[in-house]
Nanobody
Framework: VQLQASGGGLVQAGGSLRLSCVASGSIFSINNMGWYRQAPGKQRELVAIITSGGRTNYGDSVKGRFTISRDNAKNTVYLQMNSLKPEDSAVYYC??????????WGKGTQVTVSS
């Protein structure tokens, strides 16, 4: 399974970005899809996850600002990020859990929010 993320970049505080992650390869069925992030010197943390049924869960720091969605036909997960803050700066990783329980990580995409 390969995960290709895109959409990262540099944005000013208060701005928006939309991340996308496409899963490809030998995929039988995807359960959860999600986004995590890791800032320098910090542990990787949950940003948001979405189940195959559309249930979502968000990290406390992004609730009300970020929205996760998915297109099952395209094996794609999206992360709409609004009202970005400098503390949102990090490498964002997409994650996929398939029905066998195996999980996969994308290579990450850099998000930088300037003040």
């Amino acid at each position: 399974v390969q995960l290709q993320a895109s959409g990262g970049g540099l944005v000013q505080a208060g701005g928006s970005l939309r991340l996308s992650c496409v899963a490809s390869g030998s995929i039988f069925s995807i359960n959860n899809m999600g986004w995590y992030r890791q800032a320098p010197g910090k542990q990787r943390e949950l940003v948001a996850i979405i189940t195959s049924g559309g249930r979502t869960n968000y990290g406390d720091s992004v609730k009300g600002r970020f929205t996760i969605s998915r297109d099952n036909a395209k094996n794609t997960v999206y992360l709409q990020m609004n009202s970005l803050k400098p503390e949102d700066s990090a490498v964002y990783y997409c994650n996929v859990v398939i029905v066998t329980g195996s999980y996969y990580w994308g290579k990450g995409t850099q998000v930088t929010v300037s003040s």
